[in-house]
């Protein structure tokens, strides 16, 4: 395991920052440019020019989740492919599948495009999250975690940001936005490639799927996750453009904030795990959740204006941000060559309610919006029942309440 966070003093910025650490930073933000241009203009794009419904938007977010069901197979990869150089190669895909998202503005176009970048996306994701595992320091990885996180943060702000500057005040294209996007983020991945050194992972890692009944607890909080993020993803913004008719600049405006709350908010949720330990920040994440997720569906018979739901949707986001304590506690309870394996594993579970969940929701929705957030709040409240689970101290051989160390 390489020791980063020891080796910060010792270095000038320039070269700490053309370090592992240094890398994880710079792929963290180059991957939020392009995914966050890509959600900023959807909904108004499906909406204007593809005419897209509820079932539309269903039908999308489920081909969307398809690569990341399929993530399983990047354990086959990593032997052709280490991680670090996987990342670079799946933000080049995802770059550019959003730069050429404008110039398909038709059912099977935009299917075909949601499916390329998702598979960049999700490639990414599950490389970058084994090679933090196993670089970072179990002590200080809820700190440094949660720093990723801000600065992931940090460029969706500055994304959102200039695309809501730039509705407001230019006359600027679909197709011209997301070809800025997608290519901002595959220079980044270049840049990435030419100057940071591949760097050596020291733990041999399982080269063929791994699924332990030590893990299970993590597996059912990894599924129950990827169904609740599912409704927050797709329905959740889907109703501020949907009902309240907000507009480009005003969606971009809103999760401006978000991410803005989101920079400062990440730190402390690495901080806090450090305190309060996984367990604890688990079980506040989901009970957060299930009172968000009820509010969604009071807005509907109680017709509330839009900035109560824009204010649940930011709060709503806040709690996504502790998601950070799943991954901390699969660092602890995981052996180290298991962390790839069960990493892509995770991501295969976290997707099985995602491929056909939106779609199907997507009908629930033509017949009544507050049906899909009440089943949210329902998901929600069964992860919080099995948080209490986690134990207060999670290791190997002590990864439930139930284990006998």
């Known amino acids: 395991m390489l020791n980063i966070s020891s080796e910060f003093s010792k270095k000038t910025f320039g070269n700490y920052f053309r370090s592992p650490i240094g890398f994880l930073i710079l792929v963290s933000i180059a991957m939020p440019i392009a ?13 204007e020019k593809a005419n897209f419904s509820g079932t539309g938007i269903g039908w999308l977010h489920t081909v969307r989740e398809i690569p990341g069901f399929l993530t399983l197979t990047i354990v086959f990869v990593f032997p052709i492919i280490r991680e670090q150089r996987l990342i670079i190669l799946s933000l080049i895909l995802l770059g550019g599948a959003v730069a050429v998202v404008g110039h398909f503005p038709f059912f099977a176009g935009l299917m075909i495009t949601t499916l390329f970048s998702s598979i960049g996306f999700h490639y990414f994701e599950a490389a970058q999250q084994t090679l933090q595992l196993q670089w970072l320091d179990k002590k200080k990885a809820p700190q440094i975690l949660g720093w990723l996180l801000a600065a992931s943060s940090g460029a969706s702000l500055i994304t959102f940001g200039a695309i809501a500057v730039i509705y407001s005040y230019f006359d600027i294209t679909y197709k011209q936005m997301y070809v800025c996007c997608g290519t901002i983020t595959i220079l980044i991945a270049i840049i990435s490639f030419i100057f940071w050194p591949k760097y050596p992972v020291k733990t041999h ?6 699924i332990k009944k030590a893990y299970l607890l993590y597996y059912i909080l990894q599924f129950i996750c990827g169904a609740r993020r599912q409704i927050f993803t797709v329905f959740a913004a889907f109703m501020l453009v949907e009902k309240f008719g907000l507009e480009i600049h005003q969606v971009s405006w809103l999760l401006l904030l978000n991410f803005s709350i989101n920079l400062l908010f990440g ?10 330990g996984e367990k604890w920040t688990l079980i506040t994440e989901y009970s957060g ?17 839009a900035w109560v739901a824009a204010a649940l949707y930011i709060i709503d986001h806040l709690f996504y941000a502790m998601m950070i304590a799943q991954k ?6 995981a052996l180290k060559e ?6 892509a594993v995770a991501f295969t579970i976290n997707h099985i309610a995602a491929v056909f969940l939106p779609v199907i929701l997507g009908y629930v929705w033509i017949i009544s919006p507050p049906i899909v957030f009440i089943l949210a709040t329902f998901l929600a409240l069964s992860s919080l029942l099995i948080s209490f689970a986690v134990p207060q101290n999670p290791s190997p051989g002590n990864e439930t309440i139930f284990s006998k160390t």
Do not use: H
């Open 35 to 47: 995914m966050s241009g890509w959600l900023a203009l959807l909904n108004n794009f499906v909406v």
């Open 338 to 343: 298991d962390l790839a394996s069960t990493t």
């Open 267 to 276: 730190p402390f949720v690495g901080w806090l795990i450090g305190r309060i």
């Open 289 to 305: 959740l299930s009172i968000v997720f009820f509010a969604y569906s009071l807005i509907y018979f109680l017709d509330w204006p």
């Open 205 to 210: 890692k399982t080269k063929k799927v791994v």
């Open 328 to 333: 901390t506690y699969l660092q602890k309870i």
